[in-house]
Every structure is written in structure tokens, then in C-alpha cells.
């Protein structure tokens, strides 16, 4: 069955880095557009980064832009997100998201706390 598993989430202080990963099984993963969303307390869930299938086209929200780097490794059927110059408002739970056409699937989320 399909299964995304997230790994990487933890504690930082403001201004660290961590790497998210999310490995994906039970799909055909290039063949999905891959995303990261995130869901603080109280807030909706937002769409963080976007990638292609190949790994050609990637959006990012601006709240993240020039900090956070989404890419795929097509080959170990995983996507990353580089996460650097951590803020406090970027403590969330972070969800791996693929979708095509109308498929979506979802990892559980792992938590990301930013705070000294």
C-alpha cells in the first residue's frame, strides 16, 4: 500500500538547520508531483515547497524562499527538504504530500520546533 514516512523534524535553536525526508513506497514516485506542507497550533495547514516529477520545477512559499530547498532522489524513491536559518515561526508539524491528478497521499507529519 502507499506509504509516505517523514523523518528529520527535532528541536533547533533560531538560525539552525535541519533536513526533512520523506520516504515514499506503494506508488510510482517520479511519476508524482511532490510537496511539503506544514500545520502550526492553531493555524491551516500551508503548502511549503513544491517539486515536479523530475525534479525540473520547484515553488516555494515566500515565507521560506532563500532559506528552504526542496529536492528528490527519484532513484531511493525520497524527497528532502533543506531547512536552514530556522525560525520560530517555522515550528510545525511538517507533512509529506504527492499528488496526481486526483491522487493525493500523505506522510503523518513530523514536528519541527524552533526556539532557544
Known amino acids: 500500500q502507499v506509504q509516505l514516512v517523514e523523518s528529520g523534524g527535532g528541536l533547533v535553536q533560531p538560525g539552525g538547520s535541519l533536513r526533512l525526508s520523506c520516504a515514499a513506497s506503494?506508488?510510482?514516485?517520479?511519476?508524482?508531483?511532490m510537496s511539503w506542507y506544514r500545520q502550526a497550533v492553531g493555524k491551516e495547514r500551508e503548502l511549503v515547497a513544491t517539486?515536479?516529477?523530475?525534479?525540473?520545477?520547484?515553488n516555494y512559499a515566500d515565507s521560506v524562499k532563500g532559506r528552504f530547498t526542496i529536492s528528490r532522489d527519484n532513484a531511493k524513491n525520497t524527497m528532502y527538504l533543506q531547512m536552514n536559518s530556522l525560525k520560530p515561526e517555522d515550528t510545525a508539524v511538517y507533512y509529506c504530500?504527492?499528488?496526481?491528478?486526483?491522487?493525493?497521499?500523505w506522510g503523518q507529519g513530523t514536528q519541527v520546533t524552533v526556539s532557544a
Open positions: 504530500n504527492a499528488a496526481r491528478w486526483s491522487l493525493n497521499y
Open positions: 506503494g506508488f510510482t514516485f517520479s511519476s508524482y508531483a
Open positions: 517539486i515536479t516529477g523530475a525534479g525540473g520545477i520547484t
